[in-house]
Protein backbone atom coordinates (compact mmCIF):
# COMPACT_ATOMS: atom_id res chain seq x y z
CA UNK A 1 0.00 0.00 0.00
CA UNK A 2 2.71 2.09 0.94
CA UNK A 3 4.57 1.80 -2.28
CA UNK A 4 1.37 2.23 -4.32
CA UNK A 5 0.75 5.69 -2.28
CA UNK A 6 4.21 6.70 -3.03
CA UNK A 7 3.34 5.57 -6.81
CA UNK A 8 0.60 7.85 -6.96
CA UNK A 9 2.30 10.88 -5.33
CA UNK A 10 5.20 10.59 -8.28
CA UNK A 11 2.00 10.91 -11.20
CA UNK A 12 0.41 13.27 -9.53
CA UNK A 13 3.61 15.87 -9.37
CA UNK A 14 4.56 14.89 -12.84
CA UNK A 15 1.22 15.66 -14.14
CA UNK A 16 1.20 19.18 -12.30
CA UNK A 17 4.71 19.50 -13.81
CA UNK A 18 3.34 18.87 -17.08
CA UNK A 19 0.52 21.00 -16.77
CA UNK A 20 2.73 23.67 -15.77
CA UNK A 21 5.18 23.48 -18.76
CA UNK A 22 1.67 23.16 -20.79
CA UNK A 23 0.53 26.59 -19.86
CA UNK A 24 4.34 28.00 -19.80
CA UNK A 25 5.19 26.75 -23.47
CA UNK A 26 2.99 28.81 -25.15
CA UNK A 27 5.04 32.50 -23.70
CA UNK A 28 7.78 31.37 -24.96
CA UNK A 29 7.61 32.24 -28.37
CA UNK A 30 6.38 35.93 -27.50
CA UNK A 31 9.51 36.77 -26.23
CA UNK A 32 12.49 38.11 -28.62
CA UNK A 33 13.45 39.81 -31.65
CA UNK A 34 11.61 38.13 -34.64
CA UNK A 35 13.67 36.77 -37.66
CA UNK A 36 13.42 40.07 -39.81
CA UNK A 37 13.83 42.65 -36.83
CA UNK A 38 17.33 40.24 -36.56
CA UNK A 39 17.83 40.75 -40.20
CA UNK A 40 17.98 44.63 -39.95
CA UNK A 41 19.89 45.19 -36.46
CA UNK A 42 22.47 42.37 -38.42
CA UNK A 43 22.29 44.68 -41.71
CA UNK A 44 23.06 47.43 -39.60
CA UNK A 45 26.06 46.17 -37.80
CA UNK A 46 27.79 44.77 -41.28
CA UNK A 47 26.84 47.72 -43.51
CA UNK A 48 28.83 50.22 -41.66
CA UNK A 49 30.95 53.39 -42.39
CA UNK A 50 33.13 50.80 -44.56
CA UNK A 51 30.70 51.62 -47.51
CA UNK A 52 32.73 54.56 -47.47
CA UNK A 53 36.09 53.72 -47.75
CA UNK A 54 35.21 50.92 -49.89
CA UNK A 55 36.40 52.55 -53.13
CA UNK A 56 39.41 53.88 -51.68
CA UNK A 57 40.41 50.22 -50.74
CA UNK A 58 40.11 48.80 -54.07
CA UNK A 59 41.87 51.96 -55.51
CA UNK A 60 44.86 51.17 -52.84
CA UNK A 61 45.10 47.34 -54.14
CA UNK A 62 43.46 47.37 -57.68
CA UNK A 63 40.84 45.82 -59.35
CA UNK A 64 42.32 42.25 -58.37
CA UNK A 65 41.89 43.22 -55.26
CA UNK A 66 37.77 43.13 -55.60
CA UNK A 67 38.55 39.13 -55.20
CA UNK A 68 39.38 39.76 -51.76
CA UNK A 69 36.64 41.52 -50.53
CA UNK A 70 34.84 38.39 -51.64
CA UNK A 71 37.02 36.28 -50.20
CA UNK A 72 36.92 37.65 -46.60
CA UNK A 73 32.76 38.24 -46.76
CA UNK A 74 33.24 34.24 -47.41
CA UNK A 75 35.54 33.23 -44.60
CA UNK A 76 33.56 36.12 -42.07
CA UNK A 77 30.48 34.21 -42.54
CA UNK A 78 31.69 31.04 -42.17
CA UNK A 79 33.12 32.22 -39.04
CA UNK A 80 29.81 33.81 -37.97
CA UNK A 81 28.14 30.23 -37.87
CA UNK A 82 31.04 28.77 -36.13
CA UNK A 83 30.58 31.41 -33.25
CA UNK A 84 26.98 30.56 -33.36
CA UNK A 85 27.92 26.66 -32.99
CA UNK A 86 29.51 27.41 -29.68
CA UNK A 87 27.99 30.82 -28.46
CA UNK A 88 25.95 28.98 -25.59
CA UNK A 89 29.42 27.97 -23.65
CA UNK A 90 31.14 31.17 -25.19
CA UNK A 91 30.69 34.42 -23.22
CA UNK A 92 30.51 37.55 -25.85
CA UNK A 93 33.52 38.67 -27.55
CA UNK A 94 33.91 42.39 -26.54
CA UNK A 95 35.75 44.84 -29.35
CA UNK A 96 35.81 48.29 -30.47
CA UNK A 97 34.97 47.84 -33.73
CA UNK A 98 32.78 50.57 -35.48
CA UNK A 99 32.71 53.04 -32.84
CA UNK A 100 35.47 55.84 -33.25
CA UNK A 101 35.33 55.72 -36.88
CA UNK A 102 31.24 56.95 -36.73
CA UNK A 103 32.53 59.79 -34.96
CA UNK A 104 35.62 60.79 -37.33
CA UNK A 105 32.94 60.38 -40.57
CA UNK A 106 31.04 62.97 -38.79
CA UNK A 107 33.53 65.41 -38.46
CA UNK A 108 34.82 64.82 -41.52
CA UNK A 109 31.80 65.18 -43.66
CA UNK A 110 29.87 67.87 -41.99
CA UNK A 111 33.18 70.28 -41.89
CA UNK A 112 32.49 69.69 -45.70
CA UNK A 113 29.28 71.07 -45.92
CA UNK A 114 29.58 73.80 -43.08
CA UNK A 115 33.52 74.94 -43.68
CA UNK A 116 34.77 77.35 -40.98
CA UNK A 117 32.18 76.54 -38.16
CA UNK A 118 32.77 76.87 -34.62
CA UNK A 119 31.57 77.46 -31.25
CA UNK A 120 32.88 77.77 -27.70
CA UNK A 121 32.53 75.90 -25.07
CA UNK A 122 33.41 77.10 -21.25
CA UNK A 123 35.48 79.89 -22.73
CA UNK A 124 37.49 77.69 -25.21
CA UNK A 125 36.79 78.32 -29.16
CA UNK A 126 36.11 74.77 -30.78
CA UNK A 127 36.50 74.84 -34.53
CA UNK A 128 35.85 72.31 -37.66
CA UNK A 129 35.81 68.55 -37.10
CA UNK A 130 36.49 69.01 -33.68
CA UNK A 131 33.43 71.02 -33.24
CA UNK A 132 31.28 68.19 -35.40
CA UNK A 133 32.75 65.56 -33.52
CA UNK A 134 31.39 66.53 -30.63
CA UNK A 135 28.14 67.80 -31.60
CA UNK A 136 27.40 64.43 -32.61
CA UNK A 137 28.02 62.42 -30.24
CA UNK A 138 25.78 64.55 -28.38
CA UNK A 139 23.04 63.90 -30.85
CA UNK A 140 24.14 60.03 -30.74
CA UNK A 141 24.15 59.59 -27.29
CA UNK A 142 20.18 59.29 -26.38
CA UNK A 143 20.07 55.91 -28.95
CA UNK A 144 22.62 54.10 -26.26
CA UNK A 145 20.24 53.87 -23.87
CA UNK A 146 18.25 51.79 -25.20
CA UNK A 147 18.67 48.34 -24.17
CA UNK A 148 15.91 46.53 -26.60
CA UNK A 149 17.45 45.15 -29.67
CA UNK A 150 13.15 44.71 -30.64
CA UNK A 151 13.48 48.61 -30.26
CA UNK A 152 16.91 49.32 -32.07
CA UNK A 153 15.91 47.16 -35.09
CA UNK A 154 13.43 49.96 -36.07
CA UNK A 155 16.56 52.36 -35.88
CA UNK A 156 18.66 49.68 -38.11
CA UNK A 157 15.94 49.26 -40.35
CA UNK A 158 16.51 53.28 -40.90
CA UNK A 159 20.67 52.58 -41.17
CA UNK A 160 20.01 49.90 -43.85
CA UNK A 161 17.68 52.29 -45.56
CA UNK A 162 19.91 54.79 -45.57
CA UNK A 163 23.27 52.98 -47.32
CA UNK A 164 20.99 51.34 -50.06
CA UNK A 165 20.22 55.42 -50.44
CA UNK A 166 23.52 56.35 -50.40
CA UNK A 167 24.90 53.78 -52.98
CA UNK A 168 22.07 55.31 -55.88
CA UNK A 169 23.56 58.38 -54.95
CA UNK A 170 26.97 57.53 -55.70
CA UNK A 171 25.66 56.18 -59.18
CA UNK A 172 23.44 59.36 -59.66
CA UNK A 173 26.91 61.54 -59.48
CA UNK A 174 28.08 59.37 -61.90
CA UNK A 175 25.36 58.54 -64.06
CA UNK A 176 23.03 61.70 -64.21
CA UNK A 177 25.48 64.52 -62.64
CA UNK A 178 28.24 63.90 -65.54
CA UNK A 179 30.77 63.04 -63.73
CA UNK A 180 31.16 59.51 -65.51
CA UNK A 181 32.48 56.52 -64.89
CA UNK A 182 36.08 56.79 -67.14
CA UNK A 183 38.74 55.89 -65.23
CA UNK A 184 40.31 52.61 -65.50
CA UNK A 185 43.58 52.58 -63.16
CA UNK A 186 45.96 49.77 -61.94
CA UNK A 187 44.83 46.01 -61.70
CA UNK A 188 47.32 45.19 -58.89
CA UNK A 189 49.23 47.33 -56.24
CA UNK A 190 50.63 44.80 -54.06
CA UNK A 191 52.16 47.75 -51.80
CA UNK A 192 48.85 48.99 -51.41
CA UNK A 193 47.62 45.72 -50.63
CA UNK A 194 47.75 45.77 -46.25
CA UNK A 195 45.47 48.74 -46.74
CA UNK A 196 43.21 47.31 -48.90
CA UNK A 197 42.81 44.03 -47.29
CA UNK A 198 42.43 45.48 -43.63
CA UNK A 199 39.70 47.54 -44.53
CA UNK A 200 37.82 44.87 -46.08
CA UNK A 201 38.01 43.15 -42.74
CA UNK A 202 37.02 46.16 -41.19
CA UNK A 203 33.88 46.11 -43.35
CA UNK A 204 32.55 42.46 -41.83
CA UNK A 205 33.43 43.30 -38.54
CA UNK A 206 29.87 42.32 -36.79
CA UNK A 207 30.99 39.39 -35.07
CA UNK A 208 31.08 41.40 -31.77
CA UNK A 209 27.14 41.78 -32.38
CA UNK A 210 26.14 38.57 -33.61
CA UNK A 211 25.92 36.53 -30.22
CA UNK A 212 23.88 39.40 -28.70
CA UNK A 213 21.58 38.90 -31.89
CA UNK A 214 21.69 35.79 -31.37
CA UNK A 215 20.38 35.44 -27.84
CA UNK A 216 17.54 38.26 -28.48
CA UNK A 217 15.90 36.06 -31.24
CA UNK A 218 12.19 33.87 -30.87
CA UNK A 219 13.73 31.61 -33.08
CA UNK A 220 17.54 31.07 -32.27
CA UNK A 221 17.66 27.90 -35.15
CA UNK A 222 17.21 30.93 -38.30
CA UNK A 223 19.99 32.71 -36.93
CA UNK A 224 22.20 30.56 -39.75
CA UNK A 225 19.80 32.16 -41.98
CA UNK A 226 20.35 35.68 -40.77
CA UNK A 227 23.98 35.60 -41.21
CA UNK A 228 23.31 34.37 -44.41
CA UNK A 229 20.94 37.34 -45.76
CA UNK A 230 23.17 39.99 -44.02
CA UNK A 231 26.38 38.72 -45.75
CA UNK A 232 24.66 38.49 -49.27
CA UNK A 233 23.52 41.86 -49.16
CA UNK A 234 25.81 43.95 -47.75
CA UNK A 235 28.26 42.08 -49.87
CA UNK A 236 25.64 42.93 -53.15
CA UNK A 237 25.89 46.51 -51.59
CA UNK A 238 30.06 46.86 -50.98
CA UNK A 239 30.93 45.32 -54.27
CA UNK A 240 28.48 48.33 -56.32
CA UNK A 241 30.08 51.19 -53.70
CA UNK A 242 33.75 49.75 -54.38
CA UNK A 243 33.30 49.57 -58.40
CA UNK A 244 31.51 52.95 -59.13
CA UNK A 245 33.70 55.05 -56.86
CA UNK A 246 36.50 53.53 -58.10
CA UNK A 247 35.36 54.02 -61.94
CA UNK A 248 34.21 57.33 -60.80
CA UNK A 249 37.54 58.89 -59.37
CA UNK A 250 40.57 56.35 -59.72
CA UNK A 251 43.48 57.07 -57.94
CA UNK A 252 42.40 60.20 -56.46
CA UNK A 253 39.57 58.82 -54.79
CA UNK A 254 39.55 59.84 -50.82
CA UNK A 255 39.65 57.97 -47.81
CA UNK A 256 35.58 58.49 -47.78
CA UNK A 257 34.38 58.54 -50.99
CA UNK A 258 31.69 61.70 -50.33
CA UNK A 259 34.59 63.79 -50.07
CA UNK A 260 35.69 63.53 -53.78
CA UNK A 261 31.58 64.26 -54.60
CA UNK A 262 31.11 68.02 -56.01
CA UNK A 263 29.92 69.95 -53.36
CA UNK A 264 27.70 71.95 -55.17
CA UNK A 265 25.12 69.05 -56.57
CA UNK A 266 21.88 68.54 -54.98
CA UNK A 267 22.59 64.36 -55.37
CA UNK A 268 26.15 65.04 -53.28
CA UNK A 269 24.36 66.88 -50.66
CA UNK A 270 21.51 63.97 -50.18
CA UNK A 271 24.55 61.70 -50.27
CA UNK A 272 26.37 63.82 -47.40
CA UNK A 273 23.06 64.11 -45.19
CA UNK A 274 22.28 60.14 -45.53
CA UNK A 275 26.08 59.38 -44.48
CA UNK A 276 25.24 61.55 -40.98
CA UNK A 277 22.41 59.84 -40.68
CA UNK A 278 24.60 56.06 -39.95
CA UNK A 279 25.89 56.84 -36.62
CA UNK A 280 22.53 57.68 -34.80
CA UNK A 281 21.21 54.17 -36.46
CA UNK A 282 24.73 52.29 -35.87
CA UNK A 283 26.43 53.21 -32.64
CA UNK A 284 23.79 52.07 -30.18
CA UNK A 285 23.77 48.71 -32.38
CA UNK A 286 27.66 48.32 -32.17
CA UNK A 287 28.23 49.44 -29.16
CA UNK A 288 25.80 46.81 -27.55
CA UNK A 289 27.74 43.75 -26.37
CA UNK A 290 30.24 46.48 -24.38
CA UNK A 291 28.16 47.92 -22.57
CA UNK A 292 25.81 44.50 -21.63
CA UNK A 293 28.87 42.99 -20.82
CA UNK A 294 30.51 45.79 -18.38
CA UNK A 295 26.82 45.99 -17.16
CA UNK A 296 26.48 42.55 -16.28
CA UNK A 297 29.56 42.30 -14.00
CA UNK A 298 28.37 45.18 -12.29
CA UNK A 299 27.17 44.94 -9.02
CA UNK A 300 24.28 47.08 -9.38
CA UNK A 301 23.08 45.57 -13.23
CA UNK A 302 19.54 46.02 -12.75
CA UNK A 303 19.99 50.02 -11.90
CA UNK A 304 19.13 52.18 -14.84
CA UNK A 305 20.82 54.94 -13.94
CA UNK A 306 24.27 53.41 -13.59
CA UNK A 307 23.39 51.76 -17.13
CA UNK A 308 22.92 55.46 -18.05
CA UNK A 309 26.34 56.49 -16.96
CA UNK A 310 28.14 53.60 -18.52
CA UNK A 311 27.14 54.12 -21.93
CA UNK A 312 27.77 58.04 -21.81
CA UNK A 313 31.24 57.13 -20.34
CA UNK A 314 31.60 54.78 -23.17
CA UNK A 315 30.34 57.79 -26.11
CA UNK A 316 32.95 59.94 -23.86
CA UNK A 317 35.93 57.83 -24.20
CA UNK A 318 35.27 57.53 -28.18
CA UNK A 319 35.09 61.16 -28.72
CA UNK A 320 38.85 61.19 -27.09
CA UNK A 321 40.14 58.52 -29.21
CA UNK A 322 37.93 60.62 -32.51
CA UNK A 323 39.61 63.94 -31.60
CA UNK A 324 42.87 62.29 -30.74
CA UNK A 325 43.48 60.35 -34.12
CA UNK A 326 41.33 61.72 -36.84
CA UNK A 327 42.93 59.59 -39.49
CA UNK A 328 39.48 58.25 -40.92
CA UNK A 329 41.27 55.66 -43.41
CA UNK A 330 43.92 54.75 -41.18
CA UNK A 331 42.11 54.31 -37.90
CA UNK A 332 39.46 51.82 -40.17
CA UNK A 333 42.77 49.47 -41.33
CA UNK A 334 43.74 49.25 -38.34
CA UNK A 335 40.74 48.24 -36.71
CA UNK A 336 39.93 45.91 -39.13
CA UNK A 337 43.38 44.67 -39.15
CA UNK A 338 44.12 44.11 -35.61
CA UNK A 339 40.49 44.64 -33.66
CA UNK A 340 38.48 42.85 -36.62
CA UNK A 341 40.31 40.25 -37.57
CA UNK A 342 40.86 39.01 -33.47
CA UNK A 343 36.93 39.07 -32.89
CA UNK A 344 35.67 37.83 -36.97
CA UNK A 345 38.45 35.24 -38.05
CA UNK A 346 41.08 34.15 -34.85
CA UNK A 347 38.48 33.41 -32.09
CA UNK A 348 35.57 32.23 -33.54
CA UNK A 349 37.59 29.67 -35.03
CA UNK A 350 40.03 29.27 -31.52
CA UNK A 351 36.66 29.23 -29.84
CA UNK A 352 34.94 26.08 -32.01
CA UNK A 353 38.16 24.01 -32.06
CA UNK A 354 38.23 24.13 -27.86
CA UNK A 355 34.51 23.40 -27.55
CA UNK A 356 34.31 20.44 -30.37
CA UNK A 357 36.74 17.45 -29.67
CA UNK A 358 35.83 16.11 -33.35
CA UNK A 359 36.68 19.10 -35.11
CA UNK A 360 40.64 18.63 -34.58
CA UNK A 361 40.42 15.91 -36.30
CA UNK A 362 42.44 15.69 -39.57
CA UNK A 363 39.97 16.58 -42.35
CA UNK A 364 38.30 19.26 -44.62
CA UNK A 365 36.99 21.61 -41.83
CA UNK A 366 40.15 21.46 -39.95
CA UNK A 367 42.33 22.34 -43.19
CA UNK A 368 39.29 24.88 -43.39
CA UNK A 369 39.81 26.53 -39.93
CA UNK A 370 43.75 26.21 -40.15
CA UNK A 371 43.56 28.35 -43.21
CA UNK A 372 41.44 30.82 -41.79
CA UNK A 373 43.68 30.94 -39.09
CA UNK A 374 46.97 31.29 -40.39
CA UNK A 375 45.20 33.81 -43.46
CA UNK A 376 43.98 35.89 -40.21
CA UNK A 377 47.31 36.20 -38.61
CA UNK A 378 48.75 37.52 -41.99
CA UNK A 379 46.67 39.90 -42.04
CA UNK A 380 46.84 41.35 -38.33
CA UNK A 381 50.30 41.09 -38.49
CA UNK A 382 51.03 42.96 -41.63
CA UNK A 383 47.99 45.44 -41.88
CA UNK A 384 48.06 46.21 -38.45
CA UNK A 385 52.16 47.11 -39.15
CA UNK A 386 51.83 49.45 -42.15
CA UNK A 387 48.36 50.85 -40.52
CA UNK A 388 50.42 52.07 -37.55
CA UNK A 389 53.39 52.87 -39.42
CA UNK A 390 51.17 55.52 -41.39
CA UNK A 391 49.01 56.78 -38.23
CA UNK A 392 52.72 57.71 -36.98
CA UNK A 393 53.59 59.25 -39.98
CA UNK A 394 50.68 61.68 -40.33
CA UNK A 395 50.35 62.15 -36.25
Request: hydrophobic share 50%; aromatic share 10%.
Amino acid sequence: MWVYECHKMDFTKAGKLESQNEVQQPQQPTKGTSFFRTCFNGLNALSGVGILSIPYALAQGGWLSLLLLFLVAVLCWYTGLLLRRCMDTHPLIKTYPDIVEFLILEGDNLDKLFPNTAFKVAGLKIRGKQAFVMLTSLIVLPTTWLKSLALLAYVSAGGVLASFILVICIFWVGAVDKVGFHENDSVLNWKGMPIAISMFAFCYCGHAVFPTLCSSMKDRIKFSKVLLVCFITSTINYGSMAVMGYLMFGEHLKSQVTLNLPIKKMSTKIAIYTTLINPLTKYAIITAPITTAIEETSLFRNSRSLSILIRTALVISTVIVALTIPFFGYVMAFIGSFLSVTASMLLPCLCYLKLNKAARKMGLELIIIVAILVAGLFIGVVGTFTSIKQIVNHL
